[in-house]
């Protein structure tokens, strides 16, 4: 006889206090934030760890320049402004990602463009890019969302034909991979995320920007302080206090910055890691009926920000929406201590702000660049089913390991194995 499900008062399968926190925080992480403290000039250790971060993360990247800020969005209005987008250019954005890719471009005057996703990857459908390419179109930035390479060779080839810069939003995918090469060096300018719960955290806030390119990195410099030319640490030796430009304060904090060095010399392990727990899972899950694994393409190599599930009532033969299977089945799950929960409720496109282009001011950057972009959900139905039919299972990052994994399938196969109980509960808030 099957085990009675915790949404019925059954024993919960997850025990309470079971599941570890992410960012694992370890005696080196704290010995690096003491070393900041303790330091008699502490003002000079803004240098020291802006400085150290850039350094290492450029060397990590293999890329030349890097500059630490504030946050990821703050990273990819870095880079907008670094390639050269101007007040009422077009920038082209996947539907499906943290509405932040496109406040960027907002940010920055400009006219974000939305394109479907590919439904496999989850990341933005290189076959669907060119038909919304336009004479104002300067930019492509795709978004390597989950932790998921996106087709970088297809978007390259597009943007090559149109003469168009490639921004990368690496926010979710820190060492990533396609073909080999770490996501965030494909494009013209990369900007990463450092935010707590991401795969390189700060504990807190954060972001990295990265380019190859000397001009898009003097212009990015400037961007990031006002619009001066300072060196962190020494503004009472060296400021001009004189304004090149526009620009923002966008500096990231020396504790924070100590902190991700620390991270990242364990980025790879814990990549690693994270990688094992969830092809572990993508084995035991993938063999349940209606459960929808992770698809990974030969060229991508994935770092899971977010494990997705996916929900299938036609392999069940299930005449009811996937989004009603999804919602049951989460909702069993949650009661059973798994993790489980939307990111986005809606594509980017289909949120306020776009809806009413209510941007800042009297309608800008829409109204004052006379811009006829429009954003109609139904331009958007892969994206749309996705966010239906999909949720995310949550710590699966290290030190957690294949026994909570297990525990985690377990719950599974308890769930969908009285999915008749499961789909006849009540509705809960």
Same mark, same amino acid.
């Given at each position: +006889?099957?085990?009675?499900? !915790?949404?019925?008062?059954? =024993? ?25 403290? *303790?330091?008699?000039?502490? %003002? ?16 990590? +990247? ?87 390479? *996106? ?21 979710? !995918?820190?060492?990533?991979?396609? =073909? ?69 304060? /966008?500096?990231?904090? +020396? ?49 899971? /920000? ?21 919602? =049951? ?30 941007? /800042? ?13 429009? /954003? ?24 957690? #390991? ?11 196969? =308890?769930? +969908?194995?009285?999915? #008749? !109980? ?6 809960? %808030?």
């Amino acid at each position: +006889m099957a085990a009675k499900l !915790a949404i019925h008062g059954g =024993k919960r399968t997850v025990p309470n206090g079971i599941i570890k926190p992410w960012p694992q925080v370890t005696d080196a992480d704290r010995d690096a934030i003491a070393e900041v403290i *303790a330091s008699e000039r502490i %003002t000079e250790q803004q240098r020291v760890q802006s400085e150290g971060l850039a350094r290492e993360w450029a060397e990590y +990247m293999g890329v030349r320049y890097c500059i630490p800020v504030n946050s990821g969005t703050a990273a990819l209005h870095l880079c907008v402004a670094g390639v050269g987008i101007e007040p009422g250019d077009e920038v082209i954005v996947p539907a499906f990602t943290f509405w932040a890719t496109a406040a960027a471009v907002l940010h920055h005057n400009a006219i974000p463009v939305f394109v479907d996703i590919d439904p496999v990857t989850y990341c933005i459908d290189p076959n669907a890019i060119e038909a919304k390419i336009t004479e104002r179109t300067r930019a492509i930035l795709p978004v390597h969302i989950h932790g998921m390479p *996106a087709d970088m060779d297809a978007i390259l080839a597009i943007a090559k034909r149109h003469n168009l810069k490639v921004i990368e939003d690496v926010a979710q !995918a820190h060492g990533a991979r396609y =073909k080999g090469k770490r996501c965030g060096s494909f494009g013209d300018a990369a900007g990463y995320s450092t935010q707590a719960s991401k795969t390189l955290s700060s504990g807190c806030q954060g972001g990295l920007f990265t380019t190859d390119d000397e001009q898009i990195h003097k212009r990015a410099a400037l961007l990031q302080y006002f619009g001066e030319i300072v060196v962190p640490g020494r503004e009472r030796e060296e400021q001009e206090y004189n304004a090149y430009g526009l620009g923002w304060m /966008y500096r990231g904090d +020396m504790f924070s910055q100590a902190f991700i060095r620390s991270q990242l010399k364990r980025l790879d392990a814990n990549n690693a890691l994270r990688i094992e727990n969830c092809n572990y899972l993508t084995m035991h899950l993938s063999q349940i009926d209606g459960i929808e694994t992770p698809f990974t393409p030969e060229a991508c190599e994935p770092v899971y /920000y977010n494990y997705v599930v996916g929900f299938n009532p036609e392999a069940l033969g299930l005449d009811i929406p996937a989004r009603t299977l999804r919602e =049951k089945v989460q909702a069993a799950l949650r009661a059973e201590g798994v993790p489980t929960g939307q990111w986005q409720r809606l594509p980017v496109p289909s949120q306020e702000i776009f809806q009413n282009r209510i941007g /800042y001011g009297t309608g800008c950057p829409w109204r004052c660049n006379q811009s006829t972009v429009e /954003y109609n959900t139904e331009d958007y139905p892969k994206a749309v089913e996705f966010i239906d039919s999909h949720c995310y299972l949550f710590d699966v990052n290290p030190p957690n #390991d294949f026994e909570l994994m297990w525990l985690y399938v377990e719950a599974f196969h =308890k769930v +969908m194995d009285q999915l #008749d !109980a499961v789909l006849e509960a009540p509705e809960t %808030t």
